[in-house]
């Protein structure tokens, strides 16, 4: 992605190596259990999911994912530690909440320190 305004983090969530199940099921055979799609759609959704993870981190408020990559968070949610103790201190650096709305849409709240 041309013209980031924050190239390390994105180099940081871009290569990200989600943590797998403990059965040994990677996270992209979970996330295609869960939303039912084929792997070409699973690959482009957690690709579609790290780069709204990114603009999560540098847009000035909330925003509001699509129902696809809504449903990779949800899985990656569903991983606990990988999500609450690995992704978020280690790549973003403060933790990312995936709030409900009255309106069922999902939304993101940033608990950062700092700028």
């Known amino acids: 992605m041309a ?11 871009e290569s990200y190596e989600f943590s797998d199940l403990q059965d040994g ?3 992209a055979d979970y996330v295609e259990s869960n939303i039912k799609a084929s792997s070409e759609t699973v690959a482009l959704a957690i690709t579609e999911y790290r780069r709204f993870i990114y603009l999560c981190m540098v847009a000035p408020g ?3 994912p ?15 530690h990988d999500y ?9 650096g403060c933790r990312l909440d995936h709030v409900p709305t009255s309106d069922g849409f999902q939304k993101n709240r ?3 320190e700092g700028p």
């Open 3 to 13: 013209h980031l305004s924050k190239p390390e983090l994105w180099a940081k969530i």
């Open 25 to 27: 099921t990677s996270f």
């Open 62 to 64: 909330e925003v509001v």
């Open 66 to 80: 699509p129902k696809m990559v809504d449903e990779v968070w949800n899985s990656h949610l569903a991983l606990t």
């Open 84 to 92: 609450s103790e690995q992704f978020c201190p280690d790549v973003l």
């Open 110 to 112: 940033r608990l950062c």
